[in-house]
T-cell receptor
Framework: GAGVSQSPSNKVTEKGKDVELRCDPI?????LYWYRQSLGQGLEFLIY????????KSGLPSDRFSAERTGGSVSTLTIQRTQQEDSAVYLC?????????????????FGPGTRLTVL | AQTVTQSQPEMSVQEAETVTLSCTYD???????LFWYKQPPSRQMILVIR??????QNATENRFSVNFQKAAKSFSLKISDSQLGDAAMYFC???????????FGQGTRLTINP
């Protein structure tokens, strides 16, 4: 079946511009996550959506970052007034709802990411 | 706050040999999960192996096995009979029981020499 898809694959923008990154989760997955991977670094959690619950935004680095998830499926991560330090790979992951299988674990499946370069 | 540390930025091994990647973590929780993820040049993270903290037995998946030392908060990955396709970045990750987000280490770049 289809995995998690993200678009665009690469995005180059100028400092100060707004960008939108898109994530299509695996069909049937109700949980969706965004992570950021800066050059040479591990992944940093940004935000988590679970069904119709309020998202966990605890990882968003500033108020320039926001995300929404429409219809419980596709998600868009928006970065306003981009800065050079926003340059990174933005990875999306999805999973079944935590606890669905009787445990607190459900594997997160990752997309290929969007490489954002801010000039 | 929970942290994950991978002290080896780069490792290399001869094809068919065995290599061990190190990972330590810091947490006050007693129940949690630990993971090793592989990230090839395609950037897509692939789950290699998972360990539940309440299990004393070390997880094994074919050529991949872990050495989980809960008291020492250590979680190393052993790759046996290394293959060229194993070349990638490897990330150690931690997830508290009942939580959603993963906490990742900095990664280890593994090179396989033919």
């Amino acid at each position: 079946g289809a995995g998690v898809s993200q678009s665009p694959s690469n995005k180059v923008t100028e400092k100060g511009k707004d960008v939108e990154l898109r994530c299509d989760p695996i069909s049937g997955h109700t949980a969706l996550y965004w992570y950021r991977q800066s050059l040479g670094q591990g992944l940093e959690f940004l935000i988590y959506f679970q069904g119709n619950s309020a998202p966990d935004k605890s990882g968003l680095p500033s108020d320039r970052f926001s995300a929404e998830r429409t219809g419980g499926s596709v998600s868009t991560l928006t970065i306003q007034r981009t800065q050079q330090e926003d340059s990174a790979v933005y990875l999306c992951a999805s999973s079944f709802r935590t606890g669905t299988s009787g445990s607190s674990y459900n594997e997160q499946f990752f997309g290929p990411g969007t490489r954002l370069t801010v000039l | 706050a929970q942290t994950v540390t991978q002290s080896q930025p780069e490792m290399s091994v001869q094809e068919a040999e065995t290599v061990t990647l190190s990972c330590t973590y810091d947490t006050s929780e007693s129940d949690y999960y630990l993971f090793w993820y592989k990230q090839p040049p395609s950037r897509q993270m692939i789950l290699v192996i998972r360990q539940e903290a309440y299990k004393q037995q070390n997880a094994t998946e074919n050529r991949f096995s872990v050495n989980f030392q809960k008291a020492a908060k250590s979680f190393s990955l052993k790759i046996s009979d290394s293959q060229l396709g194993d070349a990638a970045m490897y990330f150690c990750a931690y997830q508290p029981w009942g939580a959603q987000k993963l906490v990742f280490g900095q990664g280890t770049r593994l090179t396989i020499n033919p």
